[in-house]
Structures are given as C-alpha cells and as structure tokens.
C-alpha cells in the first residue's frame, strides 16, 4: 500500500469513529429526555393505642418499629428513621420512640412504606404524637 492508500484509509477510519461517537452521544440524549416514572405512594392517618416499640434495629441504621392497635381493631406498624430522622420533614412533628410505651393512644400520618408500615418523614404535614 502506498502512503496516499493509508493515509485514506485512517481518515476514513476516524470519520466512521466520529460519526459512532456523535451518533452514540446523541441517541443516549434522547434517551435522557424520557421522563422517569413517578411512583404515587399512599397516604394514611391513623390513631391507636401502642401495642409494642421495638428499636433493636436502631443500632444497625434501621427503623424504630411501633405496633398500634387502630381504632378499628387492625393492627398497623409505624416506622421512624433513625439515621435519616434529620433529613424528615417533619422531623419536629415525630415524638421520639423512647418516650412512647405500651398503652399510649398515638396519632400518626405518614406515606405506606415497606411491609406496609407508615413512615411520618416526607412531609411536614405527616406527624407522629402521643393523642390527648
């Protein structure tokens, strides 16, 4: 091959890699622009009476974990942050778990998270109190 045949070939060559460059770059552009799914979780109020507290988890980053008995009977488990308590919205609007004991009649609001607990943390309006 000559030198005038190798030179062609190599800007033929970057030419082809340029163009799958530009090509990739854009179709992951478009890619980009499709807008993730938005997940829509449930909302629940609830007010009953402290059946169990466990923080065993707390120690490892993970969850206290309220058992209430509801008003209507139903059994319902209420999750509260440990690490992540600060980043909550309503971080001031949850009673500490340790304050809580067996008997207590609580109030919750909260998104229906894991396992189905309620987890008052994402918005202001979501609560954790002890009832009057």
Do not use: W
Not at 35 to 64: C, K, Q, W, Y
Not at 69 to 83: Q, Y
Not at 90 to 100: F, G, Q, R, T
């Amino acid at each position: 091959m000559s030198k005038k045949s190798i030179t062609i070939l190599l800007v033929l060559v970057l030419v082809a890699i340029l163009v799958y460059v530009f090509t990739m770059n854009r179709n992951s552009a478009d890619i980009s622009q499709i807008p993730e799914p938005v997940l829509l979780l449930e909302e629940r109020e609830i007010r009953g009476t402290v059946l169990s507290v466990n923080n065993d988890e707390v120690i490892l980053d993970g969850p206290s974990v309220i058992t209430i008995r509801a008003e209507d009977g139903s059994e319902a488990l209420i999750a509260i942050p440990s690490m992540g308590i600060n980043l909550c919205s309503a971080k001031e609007n949850i009673a500490s778990p340790y304050d809580l004991k067996e008997g207590d009649v609580v109030e919750v609001r909260g998104e229906v998270g894991y396992e189905n607990a309620i987890v008052p943390c994402q918005s202001t309006l979501h609560y954790l109190r002890v009832a009057q």
